[in-house]
């Protein structure tokens, strides 16, 4: 029997941690926009890449940890082809449950390596993020609130909240209708988890009482309100970084890497639509062969031959 119980308070506490573990919020989703410079200037050309970020798990201690022993906490290899290339970096600067030190970043442009340690340092404050901008969801749509909609909202509360001066603080409207002398006895049973405990009815000095119809019709009133400051909302959905299951990232971010090599002005302008220039010898031989052939034609027709 003793068994059978420590089974179930093992069973018990992994259960619980399970549950721990799914309230526990991830990070945000990130896209990250790289610039790749050298001295302030762009690089145009293309450039390979990988990061690795080194760490600590949340779930583990800090202490005793240095830099020696630090985890390789994620990783990343893309091929940068234009200046100013957008990747979703969420599993690498946003891992989960991950305290993440640093990052190193190692490259190649013009067949020339290079490495950038630490471009990361402690809490990615290298990392310039902004939330996504937007901050409603209704299904596949997002909305940003406009000016029109907050000023709309803050009109229903001062209506609803009086005291809150548009915000929601203080008494409501609607309590009114539910006072003590409004509620409407009965003599339904107060027993736990009985008909009472049903949304409408409220108890007080174990007397099961209904709560009058003119609360939630004033309530429903309120709601009305509030849906018709929806008309003022923006519809953001197309202009927002989208992964590929079609999702908004949450963080929009930029990092510019300073590229320790030297490129050459020629190489970083070099384009692949520049257009071949007819050397001048060539536009001048045509010329002269055209007057040769101008004075050749005239002297035949005087002959009274033919070109």
Known sequence: MKTVIKILIVLILCFSFVGIVKADSAPPTKQTTFYF???GQPITQPVKFNIKCYGTSVLRSE???????????SELSETCS????KFNTSNIFGAYKKNIKYCNLEGEV???????????SDNLS??????????????????????????????????????GNGEVKGYFLCDQYRMDEKLIPTTISTKPNGPCYRYGYTIKNNICYRIPQAFFDCTAGEDRKMKACDQYLEDVTSKLAKDKNGYPFEEICEVKINVPVSISDADNQRTSNMQPIIPAEQSH???????????RCLFLKISGKSC
């Open 285 to 295: 031989g045509n010329i002269l062969s055209r007057i040769i052939d101008f004075f």
């Open 126 to 163: 290298e990392l310039n993020c902004h939330r996504a901008d937007f901050a409603i969801s209704t299904g596949d749509k997002y909305y940003k609130k406009t000016s029109q909609y907050n000023a709309c909202k803050k009109d229903v509360y001062r209506e609803y909240y009086p005291q």
């Open 63 to 73: 202490e005793g940890f240095t830099e020696s022993n630090l985890l390789k906490i």
């Open 82 to 85: 234009s200046y100013g290339c």
């Open 110 to 120: 013009n067949s020339k390596k290079f490495t950038v340690n630490k471009f990361l």
């Open 37 to 39: 410079q050298k001295n």
